[in-house]
């Protein structure tokens, strides 16, 4: 199903917005983090926001993912305070391995490609 223009817009805005808040962040292991897609559910209410995970191990990515989930709330104020909404979907971070998974793959051709 294809998504309205206004979630497609709400997406792109929170793009934007959720590396910005994350900037402002003293934790060094947050405030540089890549995040490559927000996909919203349910009308605007959750939103799962994808981040780079290719240059972390599996313990560090469960660390990345539990100081995010305490840093939600400021997140979430800094999305409100910049764009005026009333409401502010629920982010659910999520580990993307695609650039990873990618960056594999391309190891592979260039390898048959010398072979």
Do not use: H
């Not at 294809?2 to 947050?30: C, F, H, W, Y």
């Amino acid at each position: 199903m294809d998504k309205s223009i206004n979630v497609q817009r709400t997406e792109s805005l929170l793009m934007e917005l959720i590396p910005e808040a994350l900037s402002g962040m003293n934790d060094s292991r947050i405030n540089s983090l890549t995040i490559t897609e927000v996909s919203c559910k349910n009308g605007k209410y959750d939103a799962d926001v994808y981040f780079d995970v290719s240059d972390f191990s599996k313990q560090e990515q469960e660390k990345i993912k539990v100081l995010l989930s305490k840093v939600n709330g400021r997140i979430k104020a800094y999305c409100l305070a910049s764009t005026g909404w009333y409401k502010c979907p629920n982010f659910k971070f999520i580990a993307d391995n695609s650039l990873e998974k990618s960056n594999n793959i391309e190891a592979l051709f260039k390898q048959i490609r010398k072979d």
